[in-house]
């Protein structure tokens, strides 16, 4: 049985930061993304990491603030947030993936206060 489970959401003051873990199982999924959806806007791609080789990337408007990665402790695909700003207010979402489908969890809150 496949299960994606997003968790550490919260909400924090500007500038502050939160680390959101995405644990996904069930199968061996070759990349995980991390999406985001605020109010009343498209869902947006935020960060993908590759399993094979470990390679990441941002979107540009996270980029130097938000770091995804492999936390092989806890075997989790984390996405640290630091420098936080009112517009990163969203719901965000884990996205695993395989050849031929892909697993969305239910989401985490997270809001930036100004």
């Known amino acids: 049985q496949v299960t994606v489970v997003e968790s550490g959401g919260g909400m924090v003051q500007a500038g502050g930061s939160l680390r959101l873990s995405c644990a996904a199982s069930g199968r061996a999924f070759s990349t995980i993304y991390w999406y985001r959806q605020a109010p009343g806007k498209e869902r947006e791609f935020v960060a993908v990491?590759?399993?094979?080789?470990?390679?990441?990337r941002h979107t540009d408007s996270v980029k130097g603030r938000f770091t995804i990665f492999r936390d092989n402790a806890r075997e989790t695909v984390d996405l640290q947030m630091d420098n936080l700003r009112p517009e990163d207010s969203a719901v965000y979402y884990c996205d695993a993936r395989m050849v031929g489908a892909s697993y969305w969890g239910q989401g985490t809150q997270v809001t930036v206060a100004s």
């Open positions: 990491w590759v399993r094979s080789n470990g390679t990441t």
